[in-house]
């Protein structure tokens, strides 16, 4: 089956400056690699996600990149702010029976 | 988001106790999903329902049952055979187009599970 593998685990930084998180998949079938942001007690809530067509999807702040070859994607947030801090998921996903697999998220923090 | 609930938010259970979560969604998705989540484990797939009447296994399947009688409906018993159930459990509802399309997933509040 898929294994999704997230690193790193935990990440700080100072207001203003940029995250990366990065996330490698094993099944070269999986099409489909959405993320997800969670604070604390609550649900994950969708962010951003791409598609095995696309190399770069960007939104506001928020980035993700692709690179099917290499079986690894990440996620790209510029200009942090106090309310990016939460815990970050990826995840990918194959059309055949459309289940996702889950990285084992990563804890930002982000400083005033 | 707000198309998914589930009840209860907290839920203890006493050791050799069945427990039923509950998860409905309003949105018209025809598959449903059951996750747990440990610290630091991220989410791991329990069992997962792509039609009405059916439903498959996902990687912990073991301990739990799982019934797709209704569309809106998918709950989930965790028996007296997990071994350790204290957890938060998401549920989570998409619309699915097999070997097509993979739709966005979406996810309820969560049941925090507690065994005593």
């Known amino acids: 089956g898929e294994n999704v593998e997230q690193h790193p685990s935990t990440l700080s930084v100072q207001e203003g400056d940029s995250a990366v998180i990065k996330c490698t998949y094993s099944?070269?079938?999986?099409?489909?690699f959405p993320w997800y942001k969670q604070e604390l007690g609550k649900r994950p809530q969708l962010i951003i996600d791409?598609?095995?067509?696309?190399g770069e999807k960007k939104d506001q702040r928020i980035a993700v990149t692709l690179n099917k070859t290499a079986k690894h994607f990440s996620l790209h947030i510029t200009e942090t702010q106090p309310e990016d801090s939460a815990v970050y998921f990826c995840?990918?996903?194959?059309?055949?029976?459309?289940?996702?697999?889950f990285g084992k998220g990563t804890m930002l923090l982000v400083s005033p | 988001d707000g198309g998914i609930t589930q009840s209860p938010k907290y839920l203890f259970r006493k050791e050799g106790q069945n427990v039923t979560l509950s998860c409905e969604q309003n949105?018209?998705?025809?598959?449903m999903y059951w996750y747990r989540q440990d610290p630091g484990q991220g989410l791991r797939l329990i069992y997962y329902?792509?039609?009405?009447?059916?439903?498959q296994k996902g990687d912990i399947a073991e301990g739990y049952s799982v019934s797709r009688e209704k569309k809106e409906s998918f709950p989930l018993t965790v028996t007296s055979a997990q071994k350790n159930p204290t957890a938060f459990y998401l549920c989570?509802?998409?619309?699915?187009?097999?070997?097509?399309?993979?739709?966005?997933?979406?996810f309820g509040p969560g049941t925090r599970l507690t065994v005593l």
């Open positions: 989570a509802s998409s619309s699915f187009y097999r070997e097509v399309y993979t739709d966005t997933q979406y």
């Open positions: 099944d070269s079938a999986s099409n489909y």
């Open positions: 791409i598609r095995s067509n696309v």
């Open positions: 995840a990918a996903s194959e059309l055949r029976d459309s289940t996702l697999t």
């Open positions: 949105l018209n998705h025809d598959a």
């Open positions: 329902s792509q039609i009405v009447n059916d439903f």
